[in-house]
């Protein structure tokens, strides 16, 4: 079951891999409750408004997020500037 998490970017862990440069790794978004969570970004992540270069702290950003198989795992389905 997907899930929208709105807010600033406050931490970014990504690196890149392959010839393609994919981006991949961690960002963290704070929530309206002041919540950091960790949201995993990887091929599978779709990049709506923003580029995938471009995700760095204080960016707004809504996120669509599942949880990765049966693990606590966030996983971004897909990522949009706010």
């Given at each position: 079951?997907?899930?929208?998490?709105?807010?600033?970017?406050v931490s970014a862990q990504l690196g890149e891999f392959g010839e393609k440069r994919m981006k991949y790794g961690f960002i963290s978004i704070e929530?309206?409750?002041?919540?950091?969570?960790?949201?995993?970004?990887d091929?599978?992540?779709?990049?709506g408004?923003?580029?995938a270069e471009k995700l760095s702290i204080g960016l707004q950003v809504v996120a669509e997020v599942d949880k990765l198989g049966n693990t606590d795992v966030l996983h971004a389905r897909k990522v949009n500037t706010r």
């Open positions: 079951m997907s899930k929208k998490i709105e807010g600033p970017i929530n309206q409750d002041k919540e950091h969570i960790q949201v995993k970004i091929s599978y992540t779709e990049f408004s923003v580029e």
